[in-house]
Every structure is written in C-alpha cells, then in structure tokens.
C-alpha cells in the first residue's frame, strides 16, 4: 500500500509539473509565458538596435537567426501579446509569425500596418482593448489600458500611426494605444503593467507577481499609487534594462533609470519563476 501511494503521488506530481507555469524575461517588455502545450509570448523583441540608428532613423529589420533560436517554430500552440507597437514590443513579431504560421496575436489595431506591411493577413490579429477579455487551454487574460511614458521634458515618442515600409526606422513604429494585461493560469495570478504610470485596476486580491516597466527616471507616483496598492508576493521590474546593447551580452542597466532593490545579473533571458 505505501508503495501504491507513492506511485500516485509520484503520477499527480508529474501531472502537476506538466501544466506549471514557466516565465522568462529577454529585456525590454519580452516576456514568454510557457506550459506544457503552450507558449504566450509578449512584445517580442530579440534583436537589439544601436542607439545612433534609433537617433538618425536608420532602417531596422530583425535578427532572423536570433528570433528563430528563441522563438522558433514549435508544437505548442503559439500566441503573441502585443503592449503597443514602438519598435522594442515589436519589431520582430512579423518573423516570430512566419515562422509560426498559425499562432494568433492580439493587441490594438494599431498593430495592422506592422503585419500588412509584412504581407501578413491582418484576420490574424485578434483587436483587443480595455475590458476585452479571452481564455485559451489553461490561461485566462483581461485586458486593459495604460498610458504610455514620455520622454524626458514631457516629450512623446512616435505617436500616430506606423507608416511601415522595407526600409523603416525605429521611429516610424508608432502607437495610439498601450495595453497591460492581468493573467491567470491555473492558481498563478499575475499583472504585467509595462509603464511607470499608474492606473486603477480592479480588487484582484492577492497575485503572485507584479510585472511592473520602470520606463521613467522618476517613479515615486508609481510607487504609491501601483506598487504599494497591489498586493504582490513578488515584484518585478522590467524595461529598465539597455536595450541598445547587444542582446546576448551581460545584462546591463539603462543609464540614470531606477530599479527596485538590486538590478539582476547575468544574461538574458533570465527566469522569473
């Protein structure tokens, strides 16, 4: 009898592991949420683009190799999360969905010049907005909207609507509208809130992570208004990283933006189970 319990024991374990929820974090607001059948990415962006070609507007084009190393073809059901369409949530999702022909990617519609430009069918883009919400195998997602940060002395950047050609530059990646996400997947709960402003969000209870984008150098009302409010047994920060760095090396901070507590080391994609 005890040898027959531990057997059970040992099979719901493993069934447990097989639906367990493993999230990684590739710089900026990429992250991949994956399962035994599923994988959910969001703002896929591998490639890295210098800081001069984003201050004089050269093209920029995806690092196919890399793309397909992280988010190459595969037999789980592929899904992709889009924030908003600045170049750094973006710029490789047309090469994630050549290689994943039947994943599906929702966000704004502010997303339709990047795949038409890309002669992707825009009938993949599932439009979503604040209050729209979805479930597929084991995630349940309800979807918000956020305001996006300014640059510094209140200056925004790249609003309007992308004007995407073969030979684009990162400020023609442009938005209207910035989306964050609360997710659940079985007992895990999570809040992926990728701007340093603050909005009201509904009482979810206790969640068990907080993916917060410190994207401003000051976020004292973030602190006080998102952070301290929602319940979170981890918090953590994202999007303060140096994207304009190559993505493969050490992580590094983005220069005079915070973090909370110590930033983390090594290299990229780093588990944030």
Known sequence: MPKL?????????????????DMKWFGATCLLFEDEKTRLIVD?????????????????????????KYFGPSDKKTVIFISHTH????????????LNPKALVYGTKDVIPILTANKIEPKKLKV??????ISFDQFEVNFFEVRHTNLPMNIEFARGVSKISKDSGARDFKMESNLSFFLKHKEKKILFHPTAIPREYPAFGEIDLLIVG???????????????????KKVYPVHNDNFF?????????????????????????????
């Not at 319990?5 to 929820?21: C, H, R, V």
């Not at 890295?48 to 196919?64: A, D, I, Q, Y």
Request: proline content about 6%; glycine content about 2%.
């Open 5 to 21: 319990i531990a057997f059970a024991l040992f099979i719901l374990m493993m069934i447990s592991n097989s639906f367990a929820l």
């Open 44 to 68: 896929p962006f591998v490639t890295r683009v210098p800081l001069h070609k984003v201050l004089f507007n050269s093209k920029v084009e995806s690092n196919k190799e890399r793309v397909k």
């Open 87 to 98: 170049y750094d949530h973006v710029l490789d999702l047309p090469e994630v969905m050549r």
């Open 128 to 133: 979503v907005k604040e209050g729209s919400s």
């Open 214 to 232: 410190l994207t401003s150098k000051n976020i004292d009302e973030l602190k006080e208004k998102l952070i301290a409010k929602i319940k979170a």
């Open 245 to 273: 760095i190559d993505f493969e090396k050490k992580l590094r901070k983005m220069p005079f933006y915070p973090t909370l507590g110590s930033f983390p080391e090594g290299k990229l994609p780093l588990s944030i189970n």
